[in-house]
């Protein structure tokens, strides 16, 4: 059985710092991604990493903030937090060494989600 359990979700004051982790189990995975959803938006991408050669992707909103990383668990080192990053984040992972990696639909498994916010 496949499983994607988040942990490390919070509340932090803007500027802030937290790490989000994602435990996956159940099969092999090649891509593990961070997606993020705001109350009233879209799910957005947010970080993806390549699980056997370490590459990784950010969206631009993140780039130089977040850092996606691997050992057992995939992380997602959040610093310099703002306001406009509180959503709830998803872990999300995939078999397939193909696409993009940056849509949802790219994911055939996902976690059930920890909320981040932010205060200003």
């Known amino acids: 059985q496949v499983r994607l359990v988040e942990s490390g979700g919070g509340l932090v004051q803007a500027g802030g710092s937290l790490r989000l982790s994602c435990a996956a189990s159940?099969?092999?995975?090649?891509?593990v991604g961070w997606f993020r959803q705001a109350p009233g938006k879209e799910r957005e991408f947010v970080a993806a990493?390549?699980?056997?050669?370490g590459s990784t992707d950010y969206a631009d909103s993140v780039k130089g903030r977040f850092t996606i990383s691997r050992v057992n668990v995939v992380y997602l080192q959040m610093n310099s937090l703002k306001p406009e990053d509180t959503a709830v984040y998803y872990c999300?992972?995939?078999?397939?060494?193909?696409?993009?990696?940056?849509?949802?639909?790219?994911?055939?498994?996902w976690g059930q989600g920890t909320q981040v916010t932010v205060s200003s």
């Open positions: 990493i390549n699980w056997r050669g």
């Open positions: 159940g099969r092999t995975f090649a891509f």
């Open positions: 999300a992972a995939d078999p397939s060494r193909w696409g993009s990696r940056r849509s949802e639909y790219e994911y055939a498994y």
